[in-house]
């Protein structure tokens, strides 16, 4: 598999090793320095994949982020040095992918861009079955099973992992959770969703200590392992 | 102003003399008795309007006028019969009682007139104050008011903080009067004069005007020079009024540089967190660069040799442990900053869920086993820190650990007591160096840092737990404590 890839860097010595590492692996990369320059060939070029710095000089990363939103439906991979989980929350929030830390080897990079691309396939083709290990959730059925063996799970726990399924792979904050299983109007806290996974976990015979399933990203929410 | 002070005594001697002549005119149409009651008002008059010498002076020409012209024998000025005594008297009596009263009265006015100017202008006084922005110049206005006392010949005000005494307001001080004041603050005493129901109370006996005068304020001091000759209630108690003045204004002086002090305390934080992330930010970006660089060229498709790409992931891995020792040193101080925890209720379970997941891979090859409760209650910890405390742990254990040694991560509850343990197997841990291994850099292996569980350390105390290490029969054992949340989690 192999697509479009944009770096956002402004440090030239970060671009020219993920241009090198990338083409390695086959991508298309192209490299800018700057917020501006990101919208403006994320436009033009189109590509499928956006790594983006949040620490960029002028348009800031989060400013970028939501420049880019209209303008492309890359993916958006944000990249940063040491980011607090708040950082990372409002990246997801602002509509990231995913994150990663800064530094990274070039592996770790390449397999979270294949897995933000299969994602990406995937809701594109519009299968209605997502799997996770031995758990299968067919979203046109409304249907849950763990090897073959179907799981009745609540209305608002089919939610929860629905949303979860829809981006299996991609970190879910615990604020987005609340908001599309509960709505706008919820009330409840972190709280609610780490009950409601609890319960999730418990049905689908997943140990919390060591989930196959659903993984805990601490202090931003949780992810359905793809 | 002989002619002024003589008048009432003119007015009183005529208005007797007209009050006769009324008299005489009435009693000439008609015999009316009880007349001379008309010289009672005169009187009163007299008494309410100048006071006692002109109401004397009235009642005394009244009763002269009334027996020379209607007591018989008429045309003579004797006194016959108790009748006429007691008419004098009574007149007498009537302009004494009536003037008296008239002063008391005049007397008691122009004492409220006094108190009214007095508050008009501490009032204004204090209205100016308010809208000064500047302690020191409202001071000055206090000062400027005290001035024009003609009994104070110095006034001056000394703002006292952390031990040093500054001069705010008033008249010029020598280092001497300083020294005085600050002791006479510190040691909470007046000296020369004292502020008694309100009044600025001299204590010498002497009034000599150029020595000064020490009153300990809440926190200042109020240095002034009194007259003891030039002695006025209304004065004194205005003194003491804008002493009191002088009082809010350095406890208003005092809570501002608190709050200035405050903000800075507060500025030196903010400016602790942004050197620490912007020390993050230039220790880490080379970093960065490094390591895409040397795992870009240990891909295959690089064309290098395998003895190349051997040296380039030993030197990547180098880099990696840079950049860890830098996120431990980094994490390290953070926690030395003090910088917050968010606590919240969390069960255990899913923080070691989460620090297994980000070793998965360190994992593999390791007998890991957990023993938790499935009703273990929740701790009430920071997430993220609790979660960097087992991975830490974790981390420790996998380096330890023999090859495919087990590794073990429990907890329990004993009596509301929340323990959890990280546990390898492997060799002993000397002794001598148990009491060590949290210690910051302490090591024993020269590819360790030192920071790992002196990090656990540091993240356990700030949640009020312990943390220990012990030889069991297997291996090493890391146990800490934590505290329970106080919400049961389950409904």
Same mark, same amino acid.
């Given at each position: 598999?192999?697509?479009?890839?944009?770096?956002?860097?402004?440090?030239?010595?970060?671009?020219?090793?993920?241009?090198?590492?990338?083409?390695?692996?086959?991508?298309?990369?192209?490299?800018? %320095?700057?917020?501006?320059?990101?919208?403006?060939?994320?436009?033009?070029?189109?590509?499928?994949?956006?790594?983006?710095?949040?620490?960029?000089?002028?348009?800031? %990363?989060?400013?970028?982020?939501?420049?880019?939103?209209?303008?492309?439906?890359?993916?958006?991979?944000?990249?940063?040095?040491?980011?607090?989980?708040?950082?990372?929350?409002?990246?997801?929030?602002?509509?990231?992918?995913?994150?990663?830390?800064?530094?990274?080897?070039?592996?770790?990079?390449?397999?979270?861009?294949?897995? &933000?691309?299969?994602?990406?396939?995937?809701?594109?083709?519009?299968?209605?079955? &997502?799997?996770?290990?031995?758990?299968?959730?067919?979203?046109?059925?409304?249907?849950?099973?763990?090897?073959?063996?179907?799981?009745?799970?609540?209305?608002?726990?089919?939610?929860?992992?629905?949303?979860?399924?829809?981006?299996?792979?991609?970190?879910?904050?615990?604020?987005?959770?609340?908001?599309?299983?509960?709505?706008?109007?919820?009330?409840?806290?972190?709280?609610?969703?780490?009950?409601?996974?609890?319960?999730?976990?418990?049905?689908?015979?997943?140990?919390?200590?060591?989930?196959?399933?659903?993984?805990?990203?601490?202090?931003? %929410?949780?992810?359905?392992?793809? | 102003?002989?002619?002024?002070?003589?008048?009432?005594?003119?007015?009183?001697?005529?208005?007797?003399?007209?009050?006769?002549?009324?008299?005489?005119?009435?009693?000439?149409?008609?015999?009316?008795?009880?007349?001379?009651?008309?010289?009672?008002?005169?009187?009163?008059?007299?008494?309410?309007?100048?006071?006692?010498?002109?109401?004397?002076?009235?009642?005394?020409?009244?009763?002269? #006028?009334?027996?020379?012209?209607?007591?018989?024998?008429?045309?003579?000025?004797?006194? =016959?019969?108790?009748?006429?005594?007691?008419?004098?008297?009574?007149?007498?009596?009537?302009?004494?009682?009536?003037?008296? #009263?008239?002063?008391?009265?005049?007397?008691?006015?122009?004492?409220?007139?006094?108190?009214?100017? !007095?508050?008009?202008?501490?009032?204004?006084?204090?209205?100016? @104050?308010?809208?000064?922005?500047?302690?020191?110049?409202?001071?000055?206005?206090?000062?400027?008011? +005290? =001035?024009? #006392?003609?009994?104070?010949? =110095?006034?001056?005000?000394?703002?006292?903080?952390?031990?040093?005494? +500054?001069?705010?307001?008033?008249?010029?001080?020598?280092?001497?009067?300083?020294?005085?004041?600050?002791?006479?603050?510190?040691?909470?005493?007046?000296?020369?004069?004292?502020?008694?129901?309100?009044?600025?109370?001299? @204590?010498?006996?002497?009034?000599?005007?150029?020595?000064?005068?020490?009153?300990?304020?809440?926190?200042?001091? +109020?240095?002034?020079?009194?007259?003891?000759?030039?002695?006025?209630?209304?004065?004194? =108690?205005?003194?003491?009024?804008?002493?009191?003045?002088?009082?809010?204004?350095?406890?208003?002086?005092?809570?501002?540089?608190?709050?200035?002090?405050?903000?800075?305390?507060?500025?030196?934080?903010?400016?602790?967190?942004?050197?620490?992330?912007?020390?993050?930010?230039?220790?880490?970006?080379?970093?960065?660069?490094?390591?895409? *660089?040397?795992?870009?060229?240990?891909?295959?498709?690089?064309?290098?040799?395998?003895?190349?790409?051997?040296?380039?992931?030993?030197?990547?891995?180098?880099?990696?442990?840079? /950049?860890? @020792?830098?996120?431990?040193?980094?994490?390290?101080?953070?926690?030395?900053?003090?910088?917050?925890?968010?606590?919240?209720?969390?069960?255990?379970?899913?923080?070691?869920?989460?620090?297994?997941?980000?070793?998965?891979?360190?994992?593999?090859?390791?007998?890991?086993?957990?023993?938790?409760?499935? !009703?273990?209650?929740?701790?009430?910890?920071?997430?993220?820190?609790?979660?960097?405390?087992?991975?830490?742990?974790?981390?420790?254990?996998?380096?330890?650990?023999?090859?495919?040694?087990?590794?073990?991560?429990?907890?329990?509850?004993? /009596? /509301?007591?929340?323990?959890?343990?990280?546990?390898?197997?492997?060799?002993?841990?000397?002794?001598?160096?148990?009491?060590?291994?949290?210690?910051?850099?302490?090591?024993?292996?020269?590819?360790?840092? *030192?920071? *790992?569980?002196?990090?656990?350390?540091?993240?356990?105390?700030?949640?009020?737990?312990?943390?220990?290490?012990?030889?069991?029969?297997? *291996?090493?054992?890391?146990?800490?404590?934590?505290?329970?949340?106080?919400?049961?989690?389950?409904?």
């Amino acid at each position: 598999m192999s697509g479009r890839v944009l770096v956002v860097d402004d440090e030239v010595e970060m671009q020219r090793a993920l241009r090198a590492g990338l083409q390695y692996h086959e991508f298309d990369v192209r490299a800018v %320095g700057s917020g501006e320059e990101a919208v403006r060939e994320a436009a033009a070029w189109r590509p499928d994949v956006v790594l983006l710095d949040l620490g960029l000089p002028g348009m800031d %990363g989060f400013a970028t982020l939501r420049a880019l939103r209209p303008a492309t439906r890359a993916a958006v991979i944000v990249v940063s040095v040491m980011p607090g989980e708040k950082d990372k929350v409002r990246a997801l929030d602002a509509g990231a992918d995913d994150y990663v830390v800064k530094p990274f080897g070039t592996e770790e990079l390449v397999a979270r861009i294949r897995a &933000v691309l299969r994602r990406q396939a995937n809701l594109t083709s519009g299968e209605p079955i &997502v799997r996770s290990g031995d758990l299968e959730i067919d979203l046109a059925r409304r249907l849950v099973s763990v090897k073959g063996q179907a799981v009745h799970l609540t209305p608002t726990e089919y939610e929860l992992l629905r949303y979860l399924a829809l981006h299996a792979g991609k970190p879910i904050s615990h604020t987005t959770l609340l908001r599309q299983v509960w709505g706008d109007y919820a009330v409840g806290d972190k709280y609610n969703t780490r009950y409601v996974v609890a319960q999730i976990r418990k049905k689908l015979g997943d140990d919390p200590a060591n989930p196959r399933y659903i993984v805990n990203e601490p202090g931003v %929410g949780y992810r359905l392992e793809a | 102003m002989t002619l002024r002070r003589f008048a009432p005594y003119a007015v009183a001697v005529g208005g007797a003399i007209a009050v006769t002549v009324a008299i005489g005119l009435v009693t000439a149409v008609a015999s009316v008795s009880g007349l001379s009651a008309f010289y009672l008002l005169l009187v009163l008059w007299l008494g309410a309007r100048w006071g006692r010498g002109p109401a004397v002076a009235g009642s005394v020409a009244a009763f002269l #006028l009334y027996d020379f012209f209607f007591v018989p024998p008429l045309g003579t000025f004797s006194v =016959r019969g108790p009748a006429e005594l007691l008419e004098l008297v009574v007149l007498l009596a009537v302009a004494l009682v009536t003037s008296q #009263l008239a002063a008391s009265q005049r007397r008691a006015q122009s004492v409220a007139e006094a108190l009214a100017r !007095d508050s008009r202008s501490l009032y204004e006084l204090a209205t100016a @104050m308010l809208r000064t922005q500047e302690v020191t110049s409202a001071l000055s206005l206090v000062a400027d008011r +005290v =001035r024009r #006392l003609e009994s104070v010949a =110095r006034f001056a005000v000394v703002g006292v903080a952390s031990g040093q005494a +500054v001069q705010l307001a008033g008249s010029a001080l020598t280092p001497d009067e300083l020294k005085q004041a600050l002791w006479s603050y510190e040691n909470g005493k007046s000296v020369g004069a004292v502020i008694k129901d309100g009044v600025v109370v001299p @204590m010498r006996t002497h009034g000599d005007h150029d020595v000064a005068a020490y009153l300990p304020l809440t926190s200042g001091v +109020v240095v002034v020079a009194v007259g003891a000759r030039d002695a006025d209630d209304a004065e004194r =108690r205005m003194l003491a009024a804008l002493i009191g003045l002088a009082d809010l204004l350095l406890e208003r002086r005092r809570a501002t540089v608190e709050a200035e002090r405050a903000r800075g305390l507060e500025a030196s934080d903010r400016l602790k967190a942004a050197i620490l992330s912007s020390l993050s930010h230039e220790l880490k970006s080379p970093l960065a660069s490094l390591r895409a *660089g040397l795992t870009a060229l240990a891909a295959p498709q690089a064309g290098l040799q395998p003895d190349q790409r051997e040296l380039l992931s030993d030197l990547d891995r180098q880099a990696s442990r840079l /950049d860890h @020792m830098v996120g431990d040193l980094l994490a390290l101080s953070r926690l030395e900053a003090g910088l917050e925890t968010e606590k919240e209720a969390h069960s255990f379970a899913d923080l070691v869920g989460g620090s297994v997941g980000q070793l998965r891979g360190r994992l593999q090859g390791h007998d890991v086993t957990v023993r938790i409760p499935d !009703d273990l209650p929740p701790v009430e910890v920071d997430e993220v820190q609790v979660g960097r405390v087992i991975g830490n742990l974790l981390e420790n254990a996998i380096e330890w650990a023999s090859a495919g040694g087990a590794i073990e991560i429990g907890a329990l509850v004993i /009596d /509301d007591h929340f323990e959890a343990w990280v546990e390898n197997e492997g060799p002993a841990i000397a002794v001598a160096d148990l009491e060590h291994v949290f210690d910051t850099f302490w090591t024993t292996r020269s590819s360790g840092s *030192g920071l *790992g569980l002196a990090i656990a350390r540091r993240v356990v105390e700030a949640h009020g737990g312990t943390i220990r290490a012990e030889n069991r029969r297997r *291996g090493p054992r890391f146990t800490f404590t934590l505290p329970l949340a106080r919400v049961p989690m389950s409904r």
